[in-house]
T-cell receptor
Framework: DADVTQTPRNRITKTGKRIMLECSQT?????MYWYRQDPGLGLRLIYY???????NKGEISDGYSVSRQAQAKFSLSLESAIPNQTALYFC??????????????FGAGSRLTVL | AQTVTQSQPEMSVQEAETVTLSCTYD???????LFWYKQPPSRQMILVIR??????QNATENRFSVNFQKAAKSFSLKISDSQLGDAAMYFC????????????FGTGTRLTIIP
């Protein structure tokens, strides 16, 4: 099994629908992140969490919310999806102040299309 | 805020030849990490190489090496003996070492390998 698992891998939805992207990890890492990838823009940070009680906005958090249900689970929600949220979404984890700190492990990505 | 610039949207190289991908960054910090990530068509983000800013020696991983010029804020990736499996998007990324492991990504360079 993958260290960082994202579900669904692909999703097509309609404008106005609520969507949840889920992420679970077996790395035992405290820190988790959600990034969005758009062509020509690279990856941009949406939200990040350094532990279960710590949630922080990234550079493009508008229109998104997150929930850190446990150390291993971090979900991203779009309350009312719009077409410009069509993108590839990545979950990632990092170990914090340990050897290999600052190295992110990524999930396989969730491709979301909003019609 | 830190920024990462990749000025080459696309590059191509003949199989078995050497190619260099460019990256520049802007920061006021003195202690940080720089990364190159590879994204093949499978869309998985794969760490290629990591450089710690306080280390003067350039990082090397098999056929991959970097040219880290701290004063010039430049961090290029050299791929030697290019192989077909090296075809991918390559992202340069920056991470502060002051308790915050968020990655700031460049916009990517698409590398094509010509057989």
């Amino acid at each position: 099994d993958a260290d960082v698992t994202q579900t669904p891998r692909n999703r097509i939805t309609k404008t106005g629908k609520r969507i949840m992207l889920e992420c679970s990890q077996t790395k035992g890492h405290d820190r988790m992140y959600w990034y969005r990838q758009d062509p020509g823009l690279g990856l941009r940070l949406i939200y990040y969490s350094f532990d279960v009680k710590d949630i922080n906005k990234g550079e493009i958090s508008d229109g998104y919310s997150v929930s850190r249900q446990a150390q291993a689970k971090f979900s991203l929600s779009l309350e009312s999806a719009i077409p410009n949220q069509t993108a590839l979404y990545f979950c990632a984890t990092s170990p914090g102040f340990q050897t290999g700190a600052n190295v992110l492990t990524f999930g396989a990505g969730s491709r979301l299309t909003v019609l | 805020a830190q920024t990462v610039t990749q000025s080459q949207p696309e590059m191509s190289v003949q199989e078995a030849e050497t190619v260099t991908l460019s990256c520049t960054y802007d920061t006021s910090e003195s202690d940080y990490y720089l990364f190159w990530y590879k994204q093949p068509p499978s869309r998985q983000m794969i760490l290629v190489i990591r450089q710690e800013a306080y280390k003067q020696q350039n990082a090397t991983e098999n056929r991959f090496s970097v040219n880290f010029q701290k004063a010039a804020k430049s961090f290029s990736l050299k791929i030697s003996d290019s192989q077909l499996g090296d075809a991918a998007m390559y992202f340069c990324a920056y991470s502060s070492n002051f308790g915050n492991e968020k990655l700031t990504f460049g916009t990517g360079t698409r590398l094509t390998i010509i057989p």
